[in-house]
């Protein structure tokens, strides 16, 4: 796994990537998430949540895209990390904690 962004510079939201940055995407998106989730209990027919759920993808999106700016290598290494060990985390602890000290997911 190369790089986490694609050559127009935007994020490739793989579910290593996904599963690396979760802890960000839990508390950087939570209203919008929120949002999404209450909408789907309020009314089962998808097209009703449909913008809320554009708000989350965008969310996530420009998180990865910040998060690659912030910590390029870190990011890479812990989702290749997750790649390769099939998003095992305990098999990826170490380059999870530099990531995390690069890029703190509680700031």
Known sequence: MASTIDSAGEPIPTSAVLMA????????????NMAFINCKKKDP???KCLDKGQEVTRCVLGLLKGLH?????????????????????DLCRKEQQVFEKACPWNE
Do not use: L
């Open 21 to 32: 940055s979760s802890k960000h995407i839990a508390t950087k998106c939570r209203i919008e």
């Open 45 to 47: 027919n998808p097209e």
């Open 69 to 89: 700016q912030r910590c390029t290598k870190e990011m890479d290494a812990y989702a290749g990390c997750m790649y390769y060990h099939t998003n095992e985390f």
